[in-house]
């Protein structure tokens, strides 16, 4: 007796080659929106990390500069030690911010991530972006409001 050879006939092959083109189309956007909402995330903690600093320093009466800050500039924005990201105004209130951009996501790119101190020492986040033409509102931190 003659064994018959069994394999995938081409039909079923092109199925399968169909769903996981399927599954591809849906789960790559995905996960680039989540990568995206990382980067924003990560860059908007970054940034609220000198909240405190800043604070202590208008309480004192000093200078926000970046050194007086500890500012070290992130991959994520296009910020530089020579350019001060906080400024103190003579009533208390002020902001820190940050352009998105060095290796973001270049639909990131030229989005201002900013904190707004009120003159009772309350933060706000703020997002301007203007200069993102890609942006999607699930990028959006929680905390945050995009202008």
């Not at 081409?10 to 790559?28: N, R, T």
């Not at 296009?78 to 105004?89: E, Y």
Request: proline fraction near 3%; glycine fraction near 10%; include cysteine.
């Amino acid at each position: 007796m003659q064994k018959q050879l069994t394999g995938f006939t081409l039909i079923e092959v092109i199925i399968v080659v169909a769903i996981i083109a399927v599954l591809a189309s849906v789960a790559v956007p995905l996960y680039q929106g989540s990568i995206l909402k990382a980067q924003v995330n990560r860059a908007v903690s970054e940034l609220g990390a000198y909240k405190s600093v800043f604070d202590i320093q208008v309480t004192n009466g000093g200078s926000v500069g970046n050194s007086e800050l500890g500012y070290v500039p992130s991959h994520l924005t296009n910020g530089t030690i020579a350019t001060d990201i906080g400024v103190a105004n003579s009533d208390g209130s002020g902001h820190i911010e940050v352009t998105m951009g060095g290796s973001a996501h270049p639909n990131l790119a030229g989005v201002v991530l900013r904190f707004e101190r009120d003159i009772d020492g309350g933060w706000a986040c703020k997002i301007d972006k203007a200069a993102a033409d890609n942006w999607r509102s699930d990028y959006r931190p929680s905390a945050c409001v995009v202008l």
